[in-house]
């Protein structure tokens, strides 16, 4: 009976870690950057505390010599998987009934290489809840994430037209509430992404504010029990901002989406090219290097792949890792 019972509790664990994910890659117009430009997190485990500082980009998350270029009014869809490299549609984006809002920032930094995100932060876009008519309990609602799984982890982000040019950090987060009923049982996911942007009016200045610091523990888009029924619901944060847009959850994918991914899991996607994003160092495939823990290769894979430290080793024929 005991062993059964631990056996049980393996398989409940070994689902849960299955069913996390990390935001992993970025498409500025339909131009595929993989994670050249992305400070990958140094798993697929979420963060619970909002005190923490790897709230902000996520724990491990290292900065890395791209920077991927995008022009304000840009549209750059943000990708998500449960597992490192993989990109496919053959299962959920974030699985295992992880519902929950979608909320991207942004912070203008000096050198997106090396900012550490202690800058103030707004938020550009939201997808968050929207009552499904028929639903009795908030699992059977319209989510952001939900909106994710549906179109293969991918997400249309509009850029502001009224930024100021220059570097700025793009804050992806996903926040699972189907543990959210207990204090810290609210898991988030985020991603930060090293871009710089051109052509921007530079009328911008929304109020903005600070990781940690912007998410109380007890917010009620925080604490929150999601399997009852939800008449009501607000993702924590500021509201998106006047240049900002937001996405109505349960809506189709928007275009862009489109065009570099076929919806509903199950499918296969749409095939890329990899175009090498511009690096602060030489060197490297292309004048590129890649960062230790950043992917260098495997099957599909055209970006760099020199690493900038140590080797690049070969975990699975789809992923090979600068280590």
């Given at each position: 009976?005991?062993?059964?019972?631990?056996?049980?509790?393996?398989?409940?664990?070994?689902?849960?870690?299955?069913?996390?994910?990390?935001?992993?890659?970025?498409?500025?117009?339909?131009?595929?950057?993989?994670?050249?430009?992305?400070?990958?997190?140094?798993?697929?485990?979420?963060?619970?505390?909002?005190?923490?500082?790897?709230?902000?980009?996520?724990?491990?998350?290292?900065?890395?010599?791209?920077?991927?270029?995008?022009?304000?009014?840009?549209?750059?869809?943000?990708?998500?998987?449960?597992?490192?490299?993989?990109?496919?549609?053959?299962?959920?984006?974030?699985?295992?009934?992880?519902?929950?809002?979608?909320?991207?920032?942004?912070?203008?930094?000096?050198?997106?290489?090396?900012?550490?995100?202690?800058?103030?932060?707004?938020?550009?876009?939201?997808?968050?809840?929207?009552?499904?008519?028929?639903?009795?309990?908030?699992?059977?609602?319209?989510?952001?994430?939900?909106?994710?799984?549906?179109?293969?982890?991918?997400?249309?982000?509009?850029i502001p037209k009224d930024l100021k040019d220059g570097d700025y950090l793009l804050r992806a987060e996903a926040l699972a509430l189907h543990t959210a009923s207990s204090s810290k049982g609210a898991q988030f996911y985020m991603s930060c992404y090293q871009i710089t942007v051109s052509g921007g009016s530079g009328t911008a200045n929304p109020s903005t504010v600070n990781f940690p610091g912007a998410y109380p523990q007890n917010h009620p888009g925080i604490l929150v029990n999601i399997h009852a029924a939800l008449q009501t619901y607000q993702a924590p944060g500021p509201t998106v901002y006047s240049g900002g847009s937001t996405k109505s959850a349960g809506s189709s994918c928007r275009s862009g989406c489109e065009s570099t991914c076929t919806a509903g899991v199950g499918g296969q996607g749409t095939a890329s090219t990899v175009v090498a994003a511009p690096t602060t160092t030489g060197g490297g495939s292309g004048g590129c290097s890649v960062q230790q823990w950043q992917q260098c290769g495997g099957i599909g894979w055209s970006g760099c792949t020199n690493c900038a430290v140590g080797s690049c080793v070969n975990l699975n024929p789809y992923y090979y890792q600068c280590q």
């Amino acid at each position: 009976m005991k062993s059964a019972f631990i056996a049980a509790i393996g398989t409940l664990i070994a689902q849960q870690v299955a069913a996390h994910a990390i935001f992993q890659a970025l498409w500025v117009n339909s131009i595929d950057y993989a994670a050249q430009c992305v400070r990958l997190p140094a798993s697929n485990s979420p963060v619970v505390d909002v005190t923490s500082k790897d709230i902000v980009c996520n724990v491990g998350a290292k900065s890395v010599n791209a920077k991927c270029p995008v022009k304000a009014g840009d549209t750059v869809t943000i990708e998500m998987h449960q597992q490192p490299g993989d990109r496919g549609c053959n299962s959920e984006a974030i699985g295992g009934a992880h519902y929950g809002p979608v909320s991207v920032y942004l912070t203008k930094v000096d050198d997106a290489t090396t900012a550490d995100g202690s800058t103030g932060w707004f938020k550009i876009f939201e997808d968050s809840w929207a009552k499904k008519p028929s639903s009795s309990i908030g699992d059977d609602d319209f989510w952001g994430t939900k909106d994710l799984n549906t179109c293969c982890g991918k997400m249309d982000i509009l850029i502001p037209k009224d930024l100021k040019d220059g570097d700025y950090l793009l804050r992806a987060e996903a926040l699972a509430l189907h543990t959210a009923s207990s204090s810290k049982g609210a898991q988030f996911y985020m991603s930060c992404y090293q871009i710089t942007v051109s052509g921007g009016s530079g009328t911008a200045n929304p109020s903005t504010v600070n990781f940690p610091g912007a998410y109380p523990q007890n917010h009620p888009g925080i604490l929150v029990n999601i399997h009852a029924a939800l008449q009501t619901y607000q993702a924590p944060g500021p509201t998106v901002y006047s240049g900002g847009s937001t996405k109505s959850a349960g809506s189709s994918c928007r275009s862009g989406c489109e065009s570099t991914c076929t919806a509903g899991v199950g499918g296969q996607g749409t095939a890329s090219t990899v175009v090498a994003a511009p690096t602060t160092t030489g060197g490297g495939s292309g004048g590129c290097s890649v960062q230790q823990w950043q992917q260098c290769g495997g099957i599909g894979w055209s970006g760099c792949t020199n690493c900038a430290v140590g080797s690049c080793v070969n975990l699975n024929p789809y992923y090979y890792q600068c280590q």
